[in-house]
Each structure stands twice: as structure tokens, then as C-alpha cells.
């Protein structure tokens, strides 16, 4: 099938270079691109001057750990380097790839519960799933996120979005501290009117900084609601969470 490859402006054609330099230099050109990547193939030759065959290197890395390494041999001309004959392989460490996939390592995996469809909210919100901790961010794998609106009036809601995130305080005061992409809705859901939406993964990024175990997952609802004079904007919220003790004991560390 089809598949998208990427070549990192920083490789040069050609880098006149003994075998272990140019392996070097195309590792640290590669690593700063394996970052979003999820397999990388690198590949270099070295043809001192003069002779017409060498050993093609040709290494496959992907972010789950695994690399295997590949050479046969390559004959040269005017045109380049071909391959000939049965090549080789064999497992290898990795290079290019190995920050990522150590930070694609799984620290913790929490079920997810936050909210009810019985909650006393305009628009209420049940979103259940499990969530894992990485060590640069926190995603929400969420097998079912369901909406029903309630409002006190019987007019039907307006619903914007809904944002998945992390919230820091107390229970007097707290506040979103950081957010994913969220879900675009727009649309409007009568009243007693349910919503589902399944399958859905959200990616919560973080630095070193953020305190992980003072924290717990938010999902807040934007609303739409008409525009009046207490509410120009016409803008609301409503809000389902986890328990605030939800990440005590976690340590976003890897050894």
C-alpha cells in the first residue's frame, strides 16, 4: 500500500566520510525527525576511490523498540550504487530512534470514569475508557463519550466542543491546566437527547515541569448558548471529572 516518507533536509547526497563517521552523521541528522515518526530506514555505502563493489548498510527502526539491520553488496557505476546479490540481516541497536521510543514507553494505565449522564448539568457528559501516562504527555483512550442534554427550560443546547484535559487545585478552586485537541460538535441536541461518539483517543502534552499527581482529567463541554446581556459572549461550560486523586502514586519517570 501507500505510505508517506519523509526525507530530512539535514542528509546530504553524499558524505565523504569513513563507514563509522557516516553512520554518525546520518544518525544525528535523523533524530530530531524520529521524533514524530513511527518507523525510520536509514541507509549509507562507502566506495573508496576506485573500486567498483562495496557493502550496502541498511538499518529499520520503528518506535516500539525493534531494529533490524540489513547489508548485501553493491556495485557501483556512473549512475550510482545498485544492489546485488542475497542480503543479510540481523537484530540491531538503536540509533535514530531510540529517544522515541523510550518516550513512547506506557509508566501507567488507569480506568477512566469521569461523569454521568445523571449529572445535574444543561448538557451532561459520561466519558469512560482508560487513560495512560507517558513521559512527555497523557492519553485518553476513550471507548465511549456520551452526551444528554437536560436543560431547565426544554430548549434545545447548542454544543460547540468538548476539550478533554488536566485540572490542578482544590475542590474551592481549580482550573484547567492543560488541554488536548478537542472534539468539534456543533450542533445542537434537544432536550432528554443523547449523543455518542466511540474509539476516540486524546493526547494531553506536558512538560517536566507539570506535577502529574496533584492533577486529574477534566472534559469540559462548550456551549453556545443565545447571546444576552449576562452573557454577551455567548459562551458556557459544563464539566464531567475523574476523582481529584486520580494520578496519586504515579511517577512520570522511566529507569
Known sequence: GARDVEMTQDVVATL???PPA???ALA???LKDADRARTTMWAWVSAPAGTTTDTLHIAFEDYEGRCVAETSVATFDAKGAHPSGASRRARCE???MRERTRRSRVIA???LAAGDLGDT?????????ETRVYL???VFKVDSLRLRAKPLDGAAQHVDSVVPGLSTGSENTWSVARTATGLAFDRDI????????????FAVPLDATFQLDGAWPTFEVLLAPPKTPDNPYGRAWTYAHAPMAYFRGVRRALP
Open 190 to 201: 434537544a432536550a432528554k437527547e443523547e449523543w455518542a461518539r466511540y474509539r476516540l483517543r
Open 28 to 30: 544525528a541528522a535523523l
Open 109 to 111: 494505565r488507569l480506568p
Open 136 to 138: 512527555d504527555s497523557v
Open 16 to 18: 565523504a566520510a569513513e
Open 94 to 96: 538503536q540509533t535514530a
Open 121 to 129: 448539568w444543561s448538557v451532561a457528559l459520561a466519558v469512560r475508557g
Open 22 to 24: 557516516t553512520e554518525t
